[in-house]
Structure formats: structure tokens, C-alpha cells
């Protein structure tokens, strides 16, 4: 069975960091490409990130030049440092694993962003 669970969410000021966990269990993570996405109450999940199996990255907009992706295949686990954090971040972070149709999603994390 396959599971995404997510860690490191918390309450933050502006300005601090935080790092994302994302470990998987039940699927060859090697072999996927892993996403962040975010979510706000009330509306649509939005993608945040993506780590390549390959290792090549890509960010949204909003979070360029802030927050990093990264993994390590041994421990099959996939990050997100946040630094430089605003209260526009404040959301519920879920990471995802996708390969072709195979789609999975973590339980996501509260991270939240005081002014």
C-alpha cells in the first residue's frame, strides 16, 4: 500500500523558515517525479514545486528564490525548506509522487505564517 506522509508543519512568524518532510512507503520513489502543493481554505490546491527523478527542480512563481526542493532516494523522503516565510504562505502543504497515471497524495501539513 502506498503512503505519503508529511512532517514539519508549525506556526512561524513572518520572516522565519521552516522544512517539510514527505516520506513515502510502498512505491519505487526513485522513479518519481515529486511535487508540493499548497492549499488555502475555501480554494483550489496549487502546485508549489517539482523534484524530477532526475533531480532537475521547477517553482511557482510566488515561491522562487525562498523555498527549495529537494530529496534523498535512500531515505525516500522529499523536502521543502521555506525560508523567508510570509502569512500569504499560511496553508496546508501536501506533497505528491507521480508517475505517468500514478498518481499519490500525502495527508498535507498546516503551515502557518503570523505577521
Known amino acids: 500500500q502506498v503512503k505519503l506522509v508529511e512532517s514539519g508543519g508549525g506556526l512561524v512568524q513572518a520572516g522565519e523558515s521552516l522544512r517539510l518532510s514527505c516520506e513515502a512507503f510502498?512505491?519505487?520513489?526513485?522513479?518519481?517525479?515529486l511535487h508540493w502543493y499548497l492549499q488555502v481554505p475555501g480554494g483550489k490546491r496549487e502546485w508549489v514545486a517539482v523534484?524530477?527523478?532526475?533531480?532537475?527542480?521547477n517553482y511557482a512563481d510566488s515561491v522562487k528564490g525562498r523555498f527549495t526542493i529537494s530529496r534523498d532516494n535512500a531515505k525516500r523522503t522529499v523536502y521543502l525548506q521555506m525560508n523567508s516565510l510570509k502569512p500569504d504562505d499560511t496553508a496546508v502543504y501536501y506533497c505528491?509522487?507521480?508517475?505517468?497515471?500514478?498518481?499519490?497524495w500525502g495527508q498535507g501539513t498546516q503551515v502557518t505564517v503570523s505577521s
Open positions: 523534484i524530477t527523478s532526475e533531480g532537475d527542480s
Open positions: 505528491n509522487a507521480a508517475q505517468w497515471d500514478r498518481i499519490y
Open positions: 510502498g512505491l519505487s520513489f526513485s522513479a518519481y517525479s
